[in-house]
């Protein structure tokens, strides 16, 4: 009984270890974004210089995209060095586009939206770290929302229907909020298994994980701000 004991706090510690990791570098991650965002956004000639020209835009998108698929799928072939700095590079292309929500949006809506995400992330990332339950059920029918959102805004952008706009906006809180919840019950049972002695495997899993739960947080936040803005121009 004791040596049971003795085990499940320990795996419970090594989790513990692990998504301090997770969050800190997430934290990092949105804190590079932040500032790259409000210093492009205080620089008239630096948003000429990006969305003054749409091969520009074209071509940061498509690193993101780039960067995303390469850590997902390779990240345990790079060094601990390489995968952060992708992450953190990752994190500065976000900026550079996500400034125009600054030219978009009134700053007030901004940061309602930015409070309401982050306490919408919050609850769900701690429902998802204690609840007991086994949420690997809800994997499918989140993919399935996740393809139902990109298919239709694609389709909006030629309909251009504000009602359209605003069921994608409901539907995408309800996605990725069950993503965050889903995520992080994924990543506590991972590093439940992490092997704590081995630091570029903890790194490694640390980036891939702050990854998952950035991406999370920026897209319930975009849906939040879809809510909460008006364009900056009413």
Not at 5 to 12: D, K, P, V
Not at 94 to 120: D, E, H
């Given at each position: 009984?004791?040596?049971?004991?003795?085990?499940?706090?320990?795996?419970?510690?090594?989790?513990?270890?692990?998504?301090?990791?997770?969050?800190?570098?997430?934290?990092?991650?949105?804190?590079?974004?932040?500032?790259?965002?409000?210093?492009?956004?205080?620089?008239?000639?630096?948003?000429?210089?990006?969305?003054?020209?749409?091969?520009?835009?074209?071509?940061?998108?498509?690193?993101?995209?780039?960067?995303?698929?390469?850590?997902?799928?390779?990240?345990?072939?790079?060094?601990?060095?390489?995968?952060?700095?992708?992450?953190?590079l990752y994190s500065v292309l976000t900026g550079l586009t996500l400034s125009s929500i600054f030219v978009v949006y009134p700053i007030g809506s901004i940061a309602n939206a930015?409070?309401?995400?982050?306490?919408?992330?919050?609850?769900?990332?701690?429902?998802?770290?204690?609840?007991?339950?086994?949420?690997?059920?809800?994997?499918?029918?989140?993919?399935?929302?996740?393809?139902?959102?990109?298919?239709?805004?694609?389709?909006?952008?030629?309909?251009?229907?504000?009602?359209?706009?605003?069921?994608?906006?409901?539907?995408?809180?309800?996605?990725?909020?069950?993503?965050?919840?889903?995520?992080?019950?994924?990543?506590?049972?991972?590093?439940?298994?992490?092997?704590?002695?081995?630091?570029?495997?903890?790194?490694?899993?640390?980036?891939?994980?702050?990854?998952?739960?950035?991406?999370?947080?920026?897209?319930?936040?975009?849906?939040?701000?879809?809510?909460?803005?008006?364009?900056?121009?009413?």
């Amino acid at each position: 009984m004791q040596t049971s004991r003795t085990l499940e706090a320990r795996t419970l510690s090594v989790a513990s270890v692990y998504m301090r990791h997770v969050y800190a570098w997430m934290t990092a991650g949105l804190g590079v974004t932040s500032v790259v965002a409000l210093a492009v956004a205080s620089s008239p000639s630096i948003q000429q210089m990006i969305f003054g020209n749409m091969l520009v835009m074209i071509a940061l998108i498509l690193a993101q995209f780039g960067i995303v698929i390469a850590l997902s799928a390779a990240v345990h072939k790079m060094s601990a060095t390489t995968a952060t700095g992708m992450f953190l590079l990752y994190s500065v292309l976000t900026g550079l586009t996500l400034s125009s929500i600054f030219v978009v949006y009134p700053i007030g809506s901004i940061a309602n939206a930015f409070i309401t995400a982050a306490g919408m992330f919050l609850a769900m990332s701690i429902y998802g770290t204690v609840t007991k339950r086994d949420l690997s059920g809800m994997g499918s029918f989140l993919l399935m929302g996740l393809i139902g959102l990109i298919i239709a805004s694609i389709i909006n952008i030629f309909l251009a229907s504000s009602m359209m706009d605003f069921v994608i906006s409901v539907v995408g809180v309800i996605v990725f909020a069950g993503l965050t919840a889903y995520d992080t019950n994924k990543l506590r049972q991972f590093g439940e298994g992490a092997p704590l002695g081995d630091g570029t495997a903890i790194r490694r899993g640390a980036i891939l994980g702050a990854l998952t739960l950035y991406l999370d947080f920026i897209n319930l936040f975009l849906m939040m701000l879809r809510f909460f803005g008006g364009s900056s121009n009413d």
